[in-house]
Structures are given as structure tokens and as C-alpha cells.
């Protein structure tokens, strides 16, 4: 019988990799959160401070002069940046969005242009999937890589791309066979300072402020072969292995959110006194918290648990990526919810946490695939019989 504890249980190396992180997060992350928000501005000192530690972009393997640490690790980073700050959280989590398509399906050549500036902290990767007319269906964009010559021409438009105009490099999904549908989409590394690039205003949002949102737009962008992600016709089939493996990484960022909620809701309980006593000793309210923690602790077991199977490249990744991405993101916006809740009126104003990180929750259940396409993944396994893992 196998020894279930050896399948996602954090190592000792682990858990001291979150205190590292922490304590980078705790000094460098967490006392620019409020402003990053309020002035909707990228989190440079956070940036600075996560390249410093290398944890800006953990994912990328040693021989790319990265820290190479496993997926495991990676989801111990986003989830402790995330419960300092959501928007410094997308720094990691988008790198290794970004850059998963070259890591899974690029030329050696490819990866050994790209991935060392990632490494180095000199370049951020972000990916371009989203359009105007294609959200959930991804398969129906319009943006088109022409073969011209020995190379190929872009035009199109991309919507919702994160740390837009921050990053160097993005990774576009382009139509190269229109009558081929999903099989005619390939996958290109486009950098920010290649002709015919060019970027959207911020959008002006609910939550994650401090990370960019912008579409980027492609007008007769030229690239050789040598950008080309994998073979022509490959690339739907990249982004949705990539997705795979990086709505685990957006169950971290939820449970980060969560926890840090969490947290402050714990200290304010035991300090707030009503009636002449501190809240935290009205049965009501221990309910409440017994069961954030409950699910909390629920989810952050799936997410590890996918992670493993992130890490190992298990048959059921599918299925086990997107549960833990719907699950942790619904409680996270649960969990959050109920801190601002336990704050009363105070939860509710911008002198404290927790509206911050309620807003910055509600995007989790809605990025790297809304929850109900999470649902509809899930149900597909499900009835197809899940794979073996």
C-alpha cells in the first residue's frame, strides 16, 4: 500500500521556503499593499523585492539560470505574496503563465532566448489568449499569423491581458488555418518592443489594481520561425495544457487571499470587546470563524494535491486543476466576505484589510476560466471517466 503522505505533503525544504517567502512579504510586500491599490499602480517595490529574494518567477528550471523550484513550491510562493498582496501575487503567477507554452511545447532555442531574462528578473512573460469576441471561447478568436515568406505577419487584439505593458515578452494565440478551427491555432512569443505592438489604456477595476490590465494590439507584427511556439496548429492544444497546469497556480493566489483575510479577522476578533467582552467569545462568531478555517484548510489540501499531480504531470491534472480552482476560489470569496463581516462597520471601510481582499477575491472565481467552465471541465471528466493518474 502506498504511503499517502509522500503525495503532496510539503517537505521540511517546503515549509522553509515559505518562511522565506514570508518574511520577504511580510517586510517588502505586505506595507505597500494599500497603496498599490488606492493609486492603482504595478507594485514596483514589491517586484524589486521579489527578484531580489528570486521569487518573482520560481518555476523556471536550472538549466535557464532559474531557482527551478517544483509546482509545490511555486503555489507555497503565489499563496504567500498573495496573502500580503493579490496584485504582487500575479508577478509569479503570470511569469509562469506566460512562460508555461515555451516550458511545455518550445524549440530548446526558443527557451534559451526567452526563459533566462525571466530568471534574472529582467523581463516579465504574460499570455495572450482573450479577445474582445472570445472569452470562455477561446477557439473562436480572430487574430491571424499570415505566412509571409520564411515568416509569419499578426494582426488582431487581445483583451484582459495581465501585467500588459510591464511584461517583454507575451505568448499570442493566433489563427494560422481558419477552416481548421481549435487545431488551426498556433502559438508565437511576441516581445513588447517588436514593430506593431502596442497596448490599451488600464482598465479600471474592482480588485487587483496594482496589476495592469490592458489589451495588446498586433498590427502587421512581424516574427520568424523562430517565435513559433511547437509546430503550426498546436498552439489551442498548448494553451489548454498550460491552463492546466496554472489554475492550480490560481488557487494559491486564492488561498493566500483567504488566508490573509482570515488572519486579520482572527486579531481584530480577540481584540474588539462588545458587551464587555472580546467578540471572539460570542459563540455566533466562532462559528463563523470554525468554519473559514475549515474550508480554508479544505482547500488549500486540493490545491496542494494538484499541485502534485501539476508536478508529476498526472492523467487527471484536468480534472484536479480545475476543482482546485473553482473550490478555492469560492471560498476564498467566501472567506473574505465573512472577515469584512466579522469587522462590521470597520470591515467595510478602506482603513482596513479585508475589503481589499474581498475585492481582490472576486477575480479569482473569474480568470483562467470563469468557475462554471470550471464546472463544465469538471462534469466532462467526469463522465468521460477520469483518466489514470
Known amino acids: 500500500m502506498s ?21 520577504v512579504c511580510d517586510n517588502k510586500v505586505a506595507p505597500h499593499a494599500a497603496e498599490v491599490d488606492e493609486l492603482a499602480e504595478f507594485p514596483r517595490a514589491s517586484y524589486d523585492a521579489l527578484r531580489k529574494a528570486d521569487f518573482h518567477a520560481p518555476h523556471i528550471p536550472e538549466a535557464y539560470g532559474g531557482v527551478g523550484a517544483d509546482a509545490l513550491a511555486t503555489v507555497i510562493v503565489i499563496e504567500e505574496v498573495a496573502r500580503a498582496c493579490a496584485s504582487s501575487s500575479l508577478i509569479p ?14 524549440s530548446d532555442e526558443l527557451k534559451q532566448a526567452v526563459l533566462p531574462p525571466i530568471a534574472a528578473g529582467e523581463a516579465m512573460f504574460s499570455y495572450c489568449l482573450s479577445e474582445p469576441d472570445a ?4 477557439a473562436s478568436m480572430k487574430t491571424r499569423a499570415v505566412r509571409d515568406g ?4 499578426l494582426n488582431g487584439v487581445k483583451r484582459w ?20 478551427r481549435s487545431k488551426g491555432i498556433s502559438a508565437f512569443v511576441v516581445r513588447k518592443s517588436d514593430e506593431g505592438v502596442d497596448f490599451g489604456a488600464p482598465e479600471k477595476k474592482l480588485g487587483i489594481k496594482g496589476s495592469p490590465t490592458r489589451e495588446v494590439y498586433l498590427e502587421n507584427v512581424r516574427l520568424g520561425d523562430d517565435r513559433l511556439i511547437g ?7 498548448t494553451a489548454m495544457r498550460t491552463l492546466d497546469h496554472t489554475r492550480v497556480t490560481i488557487a494559491a493566489q486564492a488561498l493566500g487571499i483567504a488566508q490573509g483575510a482570515l488572519d486579520y479577522a482572527l486579531g481584530y476578533v480577540k481584540e474588539r470587546k462588545q458587551f464587555g467582552k472580546a467578540i471572539a467569545d460570542f459563540q455566533g462568531l466562532q462559528f463563523m470563524i470554525a468554519d473559514m478555517g475549515m474550508k480554508l484548510e479544505a482547500a488549500r489540501q486540493l490545491t496542494y494535491a494538484a499541485a502534485a499531480k501539476s508536478e508529476r504531470g498526472d492523467g487527471d491534472l484536468t480534472y484536479f486543476g480545475a476543482t482546485a480552482k473553482c473550490f478555492a476560489s469560492d471560498v476564498a470569496m467566501e472567506i473574505t466576505t465573512d472577515a469584512v463581516q466579522l469587522l462590521g462597520g ?29 464546472r463544465i471541465v469538471m ?8 483518466p489514470q493518474a
Not at 3 to 23: G, K, L, M
Request: hydrophobic share 35%.
Open 3 to 23: 504511503d499517502f503522505t509522500d503525495i503532496y505533503r510539503p517537505t521540511e525544504d517546503h515549509e522553509a521556503f515559505r518562511a522565506a517567502v514570508r518574511e
Open 93 to 106: 503567477a503570470v511569469n509562469k503563465l506566460g512562460s508555461m507554452p515555451v516550458l511545455l511545447s518550445g
Open 135 to 138: 472569452g470562455s471561447d477561446a
Open 150 to 153: 520564411d515568416g509569419w505577419v
Open 161 to 180: 491581458i495581465t501585467n500588459a505593458g510591464e511584461s517583454e515578452y507575451y505568448t499570442v494565440f493566433a489563427v494560422t488555418d481558419p477552416d481548421a
Open 231 to 237: 509546430d503550426p496548429g498546436t498552439g489551442f492544444a
Open 346 to 374: 470597520y470591515g467595510y471601510t478602506r482603513d482596513y484589510p479585508v475589503e481589499r481582499m474581498m475585492r481582490d477575491a472576486k477575480i479569482t472565481q473569474i480568470y483562467e476560466g470563469t468557475n462554471q467552465v470550471q
Open 379 to 386: 462534469a466532462r471528466q467526469l463522465l468521460a471517466g477520469l
